[in-house]
């Protein structure tokens, strides 16, 4: 069981993934949501993130909104890739409940500052910026952390958003540094593993053949968000990046990787936002990262779709 806030920026696959997690309240009790600019403008991040738990049968579940651009560079955005709304495939409302009041970054610190020791997990989907503020005004808020897990970076794999970078580190390199040195657990699930696991056809249809609204919803949006990182990427599937952070969390088990030291880059340049992931340890530096590299994709897919089978 895990004590979990989800810090998001939805996106596509910040939805799925918000989706996949709110199905599964015996592993995994979410306090909240706190969203934060990333993959479109902060108030449709927040937006979407309240439209996740809409779809997902649990309103009730309180959404903070945080962060509205980077600690230093010049906000970037993916609409590209999640189009205008950020979410594609689907249609978009405005949800029956408002935000909660209050802001992301001092929920952040009052809860975390309130909980027991090292009890509370905290899932980050999108930039880091969030945390980064809550630990430069109350780095004693560390105390209440069990574990962070990431979806950020790229070794192996090269970026998503330049040759080097994954574009939640490139959104918010600074924030990333700082979260990097804060001395809580970290799991980063990179585009290393992100990219091993694939749509096909058969996973969709799966989806789609559950027959509840969130099986239509979560294959509408990878039949439209998927095509295009298949073409681009010339691989024969599309990746579900954010959904293998709640698939770490519930079956750790489908992934493997290794403790290793992990920087990022944040000089400005070609290797802005680059992770530099010493797989090796040539460097002899300590390791701050359990740095996901594998995970069995048919695993992941089967356990998405168990749990999508439980929504409304």
């Known amino acids: 069981m895990h004590t979990l806030i989800i810090d998001t920026d939805p996106g596509a696959d910040d939805v799925i993934a918000l989706l996949f997690a709110l199905a599964a309240p015996e592993s995994l009790a979410v306090q909240a949501l706190t969203t934060v600019a990333g993959n479109v403008p902060l108030a449709k991040t927040s937006r979407n993130a309240r439209l996740a738990c809409e779809w997902a ?4 579940i309180p959404v903070y ?5 980077p600690l230093q560079r010049t906000p970037i955005y993916a609409a590209n890739i999640h189009g205008s709304e950020g979410i594609t495939g689907v249609k978009v409302h405005e949800p029956a409940v408002p935000l909660a009041e209050g802001h992301a970054v001092d929920y952040l610190v009052r809860t975390l500052r309130a909980a027991p020791e090292k009890s509370v997990t905290l899932a980050m989907l999108g930039p880091q910026t969030n945390l980064a503020l809550a630990l430069e005004q109350a780095p004693d808020i560390v105390r209440g952390l069990r574990e962070l897990v990431l979806m950020a970076g790229a070794h192996f794999n090269g970026g998503n958003i330049t040759p080097t970078a994954e574009f939640n580190l490139f959104a918010d ?5 700082a979260v990097l040195k804060c001395g809580v657990p970290i799991t980063m699930l990179p585009l290393d593993v992100t990219h091993k696991i694939l749509t096909s056809d058969e996973r969709i ?5 559950l027959g509840n609204k969130a099986g239509t919803i979560v ?5 439209a968000y998927a095509p ?3 073409k681009h990427y010339q ?4 990746p579900v990046h954010d959904a293998t952070v709640t698939a770490y969390l519930l079956r750790p088990s489908l992934f493997q990787g290794r403790r290793i030291h992990v920087e990022v880059d944040s000089r400005e340049g070609m290797g802005f936002g680059q992770t530099a992931a010493d797989w090796h340890g040539s460097l002899n530096r300590p390791a701050n990262v359990n740095w996901i590299a594998d995970g069995d994709a048919q695993g992941f897919f089967d356990l998405l779709t168990e749990h999508i089978a439980r929504l409304p």
């Open 219 to 223: 294959a509408d949006i990878l039949d």
């Open 228 to 230: 295009q990182e298949m």
């Open 65 to 69: 909104a945080g962060a509205d651009r």
């Open 235 to 238: 691989m024969p599937g599309g």
């Open 205 to 209: 249809a799966r989806l789609r053949g």
């Open 173 to 177: 390199p600074h924030a990333a540094e």
């Open 57 to 60: 049968g649990r309103p009730k």
